[in-house]
Nanobody, 116 residues
Framework: QVQLVESGGGLVQPGGSLRLSCAAS????????MSWYRQAPGKERELVAG????????NYADSVKGRFTISRDNRKNTVSLQMNSLKPEDTAVYYC?????????WGQGTQVTVSS
């Protein structure tokens, strides 16, 4: 069955870095657009970053441009999010999403907390 398993979350001080990973299985990973979303308490889920099936195209939320980098490895069926210069407002549950016309899959999420 389809599985998206996020890892790499945790507690980090402001200005620190974390790298999130999402391991995919059960579908043709290289055919899917992959994204990272996040949801903070009391707020709606928002798009953080996305990457095209080949990895040739990426997009970012304005709030993370220049600090976060999304990448994928189609041989290992993984997508990653490198997060640098973290701020308290980056605190949220981060979700991995696989999307293609007519279908979408979500992971269970990983908590990222930025606090001193």
């Amino acid at each position: 069955q389809v599985q998206l398993v996020e890892s790499g979350g945790g507690l980090v001080q402001p200005g620190g870095s974390l790298r999130l990973s999402c391991a995919a299985s059960g579908f043709t990973f290289s055919s899917y657009h992959m994204s990272w979303y996040r949801q903070a308490p009391g707020k709606e889920r928002e798009l953080v970053a996305g990457i095209s099936p080949t990895g040739g195209g990426t997009n970012y939320a304005d709030s993370v441009k220049g600090r976060f980098t999304i990448s994928r490895d189609n041989r290992k069926n993984t997508v990653s999010l490198q997060m640098n210069s973290l701020k308290p407002e980056d605190t949220a549950v981060y979700y991995c999403k696989a999307g293609r016309s007519g279908s979408a899959y979500w992971g269970q999420g990983t908590q990222v907390t930025v606090s001193s």
